[in-house]
């Protein structure tokens, strides 16, 4: 169901999505919210399961808790808040997928190569032009960064049993599991202390970037090629013809911790030289870590297969 076939019945469908995901987005949370006051209840904290934002409570002005602990239970609400609408938006994007098809994603590859090919560009033009993309994230830090990398764990594990509490094919038996490890991934975020007590070094700001560079991002360029080379076949062109000129856009990746050197009054040329030598390090560790996944994958029997001379050439 092409945008470009069906606009009306499209903007129709398009408008049902959303109010479906707003449903679901209030839904979403109002489960998450009382998971966090079931929490808050068994640890004794009445008086802060009252003042949860977006379920109903009754607030009374006399029996409010510390401001301290306030401000921890609302930034707590806040980052599931953070995490519902990911999640939300992360099954809206593929329920529009599947209703009106790969193009019905503003801003997505498959959407603007076909608007291309429709004004006349051809797919040299495309994979030419494309070569002189260049996209640089910059990973940054400042000496006051409080979030301990401990509490990122936190978030990743509560994300995680999030996209299991809501999975469609669970029975109840499962559900009611799924919310038991919600609960537990939850309690353990209240209980983890969010703030560093001291200052964070830039070694320890590099650690925890480095989480990004090595855990996060190598899987997710991944993911992005493969979305542009489907979409590139799925739009008629040749694949050749956009490895031949440069397979796509070029990402690369800027790092300030180590080597700010306006706004960091501790880092030093020595901090530089180590900071680039552990990225090395990083870089080299990632590499055998592959290496060795490739290993386990291909479990070719060499007597059998020989590789082609053209490959032992190469190697």
Known sequence: MSELKNPKSNQSESKRLVAKGLESLEQELLE???????????????????????????????????????AEVYSIAFQLLDMVEEQVALEARREREMVLGPEG????WP??????????????????????VRVEPVFTAHPTEAKRPS???????????????????????QKDQARDEFMTALEALWNTGEIHEERPT?????????????EV?????EQIDDRLERAWEDTGFDPDTLKNVGEGPRIRFGLWIGGDRDGHPFVT???????????????????????ANAAYQLTVTAPSHP????????L
């Open 269 to 291: 040329s020595e901090t530089t030289r180590d900071t680039l030598a552990e990225l090395r390090r990083q870089a080299i560790k990632l590499y055998r870590r592959e290496l």
């Open 105 to 108: 994603e503003k801003g997505m």
């Open 111 to 132: 959407r603007c190569l076909k608007r291309l090919k429709s004004e006349g560009y051809s797919e040299l033009d495309i994979a030419e032009a494309m070569q002189s």
């Open 307 to 314: 590789a082609s001379d053209a490959l032992m050439s190469r």
């Open 202 to 214: 830039v070694e320890r700001e590099l650690r925890n970037v480095l989480f990004y560079l090595r």
């Open 32 to 70: 998450v919210m009382n998971a966090l006051r079931d929490v808050l209840l068994s640890a004794g904290k009445d008086r802060l399961a009252s003042l949860l934002p977006w379920i109903e409570r009754g607030e009374n002005p006399e029996t409010l808790a510390e401001a301290e602990e306030i």
């Open 151 to 173: 509490v990122r764990e936190r978030h990743r594990a509560l994300y995680d049993r999030l996209l299991d509490l809501n999975d469609c094919g669970l029975t109840k038996r």
């Open 217 to 221: 991002f190598p899987e997710t360029l």
